[in-house]
C-alpha cells in the first residue's frame, strides 16, 4: 500500500517526489548516537575503528566533536575507549581488543548481529555457508570471520556458475544486509537450480531498512526522469538505490554526497525528480537538495510512503551501564 502527503505547494517548473522511508535506519541511529553520548560520557578522545556508518558528512561532523576514526585497532592506545561500527567485526577482532586491553563498545546493528549469529549456527552443524554479498566490505569480512573455514563469498548471479561443492555436504545460504532484493532473490534461484538442496536462513538477511527503502524507490521511479539518491560512495545500501531506481525505470539516477554534487544540467528538461537518501543519510542533506531544486522551479515535494517505520534499538549495553553508573541513563 502506498500513501502520499504533499508537503508544499503544486509546482509550476516540475515535480518532486519524495520517497518515504528514507534516510536513517534503527541501527545508524543507534550507531551514531553511540559515539556521540561516548564523547558526553567519557570526553574525547573516543577511537572508533572504520566508519561508524558509510557516510562522510557523518565521519565529519563526529570527528569534529572528538572522535578519531581509525582503520585498525593497533592505531588505539592501549587502555583507550574504541567503538565498534554499525557494520560488526569479526571474533578477531574482539580477541585482539581483549589482548590490547581495550575498552570497547560494540555499535554492531542488531540485525547484523543476528546473522552473526546464523553464521555460526549452521557451521557448528557443519554446513558449506554461502554468504552473498561484496569483497572487501566490512560487513562481508565481520560474518565471514565468524566461521571463514565453512564460507565461500557468491558476489554475482555469474559466480554461482563457476562453484563446485559436493552434492553430499550441506549447504545453506546467507547474505549481506545492505544488497539489492532482486538481485539477491536472482542469485538464489540459480543457486537452487544448480544444488536443490540448499537451504534458507531462518529469516531475510537483507534488513527491513534496506528493503523498505528499496520499495520506496521503486514507487518514485516509475514516474520519475531523474532520481536523485543522497548517499556515500562506499555506503552499498545507497549505491542499490541508483541501481533499484533504473531497473524500475527511471530515466536517470546519480548518488550524490551533497547538494554541491548536482550537475545543474541533470535537470534540463525534467519534469519529475525523485529523491531518496541511504539508511546512514543525515535527513538536513535532502532537505539542501530539496531547496537547490525548489529554487529551479522544482517546488514542493510529494511524499510517496510505501511503509511505516518505527523500529528503535537500544543502545549496547556497555554503554547503558556506564551511563547509569554515572547518573545519565
Ligand atoms: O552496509 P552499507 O555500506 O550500506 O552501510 P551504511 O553505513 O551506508 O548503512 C547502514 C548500515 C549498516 C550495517
Ligand atoms: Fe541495521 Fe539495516 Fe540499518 Fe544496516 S541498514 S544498520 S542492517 S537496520
Redesign the pocket.
Known amino acids: 500500500m502506498s500513501s502520499s502527503v504533499t508537503l508544499g505547494m503544486p509546482t509550476i517548473g516540475g515535480s518532486v517526489l519524495l520517497a518515504d522511508p528514507r534516510g536513517y ?1 534503527a ?2 541511529d543507534r550507531a551514531v548516537i553511540t559515539v556521540e553520548k561516548a564523547l558526553d560520557l567519557y570526553g574525547p578522545p573516543v577511537y572508533v575503528r572504520k ?1 561508524i ?3 562522510k558528512h557523518v565521519v565529519q561532523n563526529l570527528s569534529e566533536r572528538g572522535a578519531v576514526f581509525v582503520e585498525e585497532l593497533d592505531e588505539v592506545p592501549e587502555g583507550a575507549t574504541v567503538v565498534f561500527s ?3 567485526v569479526s571474533p578477531s577482532v574482539h580477541a585482539e581488543a581483549a589482548e590490547r586491553s581495550l575498552k570497547t563498545i560494540d555499535a554492531t ?1 542488531p540485525l ?1 548481529t543476528k546473522v552473526h549469529h546464523e553464521a555460526r549456527r549452521f557451521a557448528a552443524d557443519d554446513y558449506r555457508i554461502l554468504l552473498i554479498g561484496h569483497a572487501g ?1 566490512e ?1 562481508v569480512e565481520g560474518t565471514a570471520g565468524e566461521a571463514p573455514e565453512h564460507i565461500t563469498l557468491v558476489e554475482t548471479p555469474e559466480d554461482v556458475d563457476t562453484l563446485e561443492i559436493d552434492p553430499g555436504v550441506k549447504l545453506s545460504w546467507l547474505s ?3 544488497l539489492s532484493v532482486d538481485e539477491t532473490m536472482e542469485i538464489v534461484r540459480r543457486l537452487r537450480a544448480k544444488f536443490p538442496h540448499l537451504e534458507d536462513p531462518p529469516s531475510d538477511d537483507i534488513c527491513y531498512a534496506t528493503q523498505n527503502r528499496q520499495v520506496a524507490v521503486k514507487q518514485i521511479a516509475a514516474d520519475a526522469d531523474l532520481v536523485i539518491v543522497v ?2 560512495a ?5 549505491v542499490r538505490l541508483v541501481e533499484v531506481a533504473l531497473e524500475a525505470g527511471a530515466k536517470a539516477s546519480y548518488r550524490i554526497d551533497d547538494v554541491s554534487e548536482i550537475d545543474e544540467r541533470w535537470l534540463d528538461g525534467v519534469e519529475t525528480v525523485g529523491v531518496t537518501s ?3 543519510v543525515p535527513d538536513d542533506l535532502v532537505q539542501d537538495v530539496l531547496s537547490y531544486l525548489a529554487e529551479r522551479g522544482h517546488e514542493g515535494a510529494t511524499a510517496v510512503r510505501t511503509a511505516d517505520e518505527s523500529l528503535v534499538f537500544a543502545l549496547p549495553p556497555e554503554l547503558r551501564r556506564d551511563l547509569k553508573a554515572a547518573g545519565r541513563a
Open positions: 535506519c541501527g545508524v566508519q556508518v558509510h557516510n554499525a557494520h560488526g546493528c547484523v566490505h560487513e549481506q544486509t545492505t548517499g556515500s562506499n555506503s552499498s545500501n545507497s541511504g539508511a546512514s
